[in-house]
């Protein structure tokens, strides 16, 4: 099973936002680096600009459902596409305000992050997989 950690270096960060591949819903960017080896561990990072969600608050529950929803929707993906992904980033990209991300649930979102990983590995993965 491959470990999920959070990514703390910019660099890491800076590596996900250029060499990624990009793929959007409604509310949710999905920004997925791939890798052509399968490897043990898998970065993350989840963002909430304060841009859209203007109280501190409200990033933070935001940023602790996107979290969970990339642990589920990782758990969910087939085994084979799982470890040939290098690291992913959630951006939110909607504005909200306090009430509105009160009512948000991880119902709400996790439909959105599952197809936006779909989408992106059966394009980027699977490339990378057959080519390894």
Do not use: H
């Not at 504005?95 to 197809?115: A, S, Y």
Request: aromatic share 6%.
């Amino acid at each position: 099973m491959v470990k999920l950690r959070p990514l703390k270096r910019r660099t890491d960060i800076e590596t996900v936002w250029r060499q990624g591949k990009r793929v959007s819903a409604e509310t949710i960017q999905l920004v997925l680096l791939c890798r052509e080896e399968a490897g043990q561990e898998m970065g993350y990072v989840v963002s909430v600009p304060r841009r859209w969600v203007r109280k501190a608050v409200a990033r933070s529950r935001l940023r602790r459902l996107l979290r969970e929803a990339l642990r589920q929707a990782l758990q969910e993906l087939e085994e084979g596409t799982f470890p040939f992904v290098r690291a992913a980033a959630l951006v939110w990209r909607s504005p909200l305000g306090w009430e509105e991300v009160r009512r948000l649930r991880l119902r709400d979102v996790l439909p959105q992050v599952r197809e936006l990983f779909r989408r992106a590995c059966k394009e980027r993965c699977n490339d990378a997989r057959r080519a390894g």
